[in-house]
């Protein structure tokens, strides 16, 4: 796998079937190593390890519903409320980041209604903070540190 713009973090791998898997913390199993799954295990750690979210407020790759279709979502950090602080959104490093990407995780917060949004290519991050009272979203130069 190449090299993202991240820090280097260390995983664990297996090989199975020809096919190589990634140690995942939060669904604590192996998953089949893909250019998408190596920015996911990387924006994973990069959010444990240096924005300090506990890994207990984190979740990976579960469904949710978006006008009735079932969607999935790539990442959430969660408040300890419950309420949801941040969805993330990745994508391969060979897929540009684009409008489409944006309007992709903005409908999946038309139902989880989170506070900041990441989309990430591991190569290119961006950040945004929702203004629900006016009804758009401010681009940040990065998220903000977990803090309570």
Sequence with gaps: MIKLNFPSYQFRFKNSENKTAIFDELRKKFIILTP???????TIQYLIQQKN????????????????????????AYNPDGSINLIVECKAPSIRITQDTFDQIARYNLALKAEQLMVTNGMNHYFCEMDYELEKYHFLREISSYSL
């Design 36 to 42: 998408e799954e190596w920015v996911r295990q990387h």
């Design 53 to 76: 979210y506990p890994k207990q407020l984190l979740n990976a790759e579960k469904q949710l519903k978006v006008n009735g279709l079932t969607r999935r979502y790539d990442i959430v």
